[in-house]
């Protein structure tokens, strides 16, 4: 990372993942092009889970190349006397796979639906048996995370976490 005083901590970058409302995974398809795409994530422990149908482009690229790189922003503000834009955001690389345990596949279901709908939880097991079989979970591996924010005090002093360049 070239700013390294906006760099911010591993646990940071989690929690920037955690509150996001989506991230953009980035792939390779097989035409060895890029494809990158929004998707609904949460985070268990390592890893980001996100629910895809059983087939299309996404799952295609997945399968022939499960390297990925998966960005996310959690919160913005603009700073328009400044000419730029507060943030905190994080990129993690790492590998996807196919979840097939029903089990984990619940899990991390649960864990999405506790994120993004948790008003409606009440209906989570019916949606469970009407639909677990047709509903693909992908799980990315962290492999490497890292976490970055621009933000400034009340005088307009930009923060700064580790070093200055």
Known sequence: MR???REMPAEFARQVFDAC?????????????????PVSIVRI?????????????KTDCLRLHPQVCVSA????????????????????????????????????LRAICEKFAPTHM??????IARSLSRTAIWKISMDSITGKRKKYDSHGK???????E
Request: proline fraction near 2%; charged fraction near 20%.
């Open 122 to 127: 009440a209906a989570f097991d019916h949606a």
């Open 73 to 108: 922003v959690s919160w913005t503000h603009l700073v328009p006397d400044q000419f730029t834009t507060e943030f905190s955001s994080a990129v993690c690389h790492g590998t996807a796979s196919e979840v097939t345990d029903d089990t984990e596949k619940i899990a991390a």
């Open 21 to 37: 409302e989506y991230a953009t995974i980035s792939m390779i398809d097989a035409r060895n092009q890029p494809y990158a795409l």
């Open 45 to 57: 422990g390592d890893n980001l889970y996100f629910h895809s149908a059983l087939s299309g482009t």
């Open 3 to 5: 700013r390294k005083d």
């Open 158 to 164: 930009e923060l700064t976490f580790g070093r200055t």
